[in-house]
């Protein structure tokens, strides 16, 4: 599966939009970007995930580059509880090791400042 | 609550004991998955199983050793134990086997080794 690398840190103040990108340079076509987030300690929670096209749901919204080779998770409207660590994952589907091609890397410290 | 429930939720025991780590999954779903979270290493995939049979390997150690049961529940034992075996280990599980990257975790069992 594709490597991703995103930046080890990032603050964001309480209420605005955070942005975390993702870079997949190498991503093939079959490969899935997963988003993940562990708060401190906590089991790792799946955020969202898309192909080609973007995509929204409760709880952020996701968006690929046409080219696929990066994406960008969007938090609407951060709050406190935001405060995690953000892991970006390319995942493929076909590989049979939709297990091990889980892979967590070291993920994004997303701060949000009140 | 992710329904993925992990038994101890805290266990302190000695270099070259045994200890058996439970998981849970949510109803229904068939594969469960472990993973090993050190204070400085990230999320490491372990094993997974798919209704009962291993499906994919990880970098899981010889001394450990995983099975998963009829009734869907798995168990992670870790034997001669070592300092570096301190961690939080998670248990998470998946609706199908390996066509998905959408994973529940519990939240989790932490072994600290004397």
């Known amino acids: 599966d594709a490597k991703t690398t995103q930046p080890p840190s990032m603050d964001c103040a309480e209420g605005r939009a955070a942005n975390l990108p993702c870079n997949h340079s190498?991503?093939?076509?079959?490969?899935?970007v997963y988003w993940y987030r562990q708060i401190h300690s906590q089991g790792p929670q799946y955020i969202i995930h898309?192909?080609?096209n973007n995509e929204t749901n409760e709880m952020a919204s996701l968006i690929i580059t046409e080219d696929r080779k990066s994406s960008t998770l969007i938090l609407p409207h951060a709050t406190l509880r935001d405060t995690a660590v953000y892991y970006c994952?390319?995942?493929?589907?076909?590989?049979?090791?939709?297990?091990?091609?889980?892979?967590f890397g070291k993920g994004t410290h997303l701060i949000i400042q009140p | 609550d992710s329904g993925v429930t992990q038994t101890p939720k805290h266990l302190i025991t000695a270099t070259g004991q045994r200890v058996t780590l439970r998981c849970s999954p949510r109803s229904g779903d068939l594969s469960v998955y472990w993973y090993q979270q050190s204070l400085d290493q990230g999320l490491q995939f372990l094993i997974q199983?798919?209704?009962?049979?291993?499906?994919a390997k990880g970098n899981i150690l010889e001394r450990f050793s995983a099975q998963q049961f009829p009734d869907l529940h798995s168990e992670l034992n870790l034997s001669s134990l070592e300092l570096g075996d301190s961690a939080l280990y998670f248990c998470?599980?998946?609706?199908?086997?390996?066509?998905?990257?959408?994973?529940?975790f519990g939240e989790g069992s932490r072994l600290t080794v004397l």
């Open positions: 199983y798919y209704n009962g049979e291993e499906r």
């Open positions: 994952i390319a995942l493929s589907m076909y590989s049979g090791g939709g297990a091990d091609g889980l892979t």
């Open positions: 898309g192909l080609k």
């Open positions: 190498t991503i093939s076509g079959n490969e899935y």
């Open positions: 998470a599980s998946s609706a199908r086997g390996t066509d998905t990257g959408e994973l529940f």
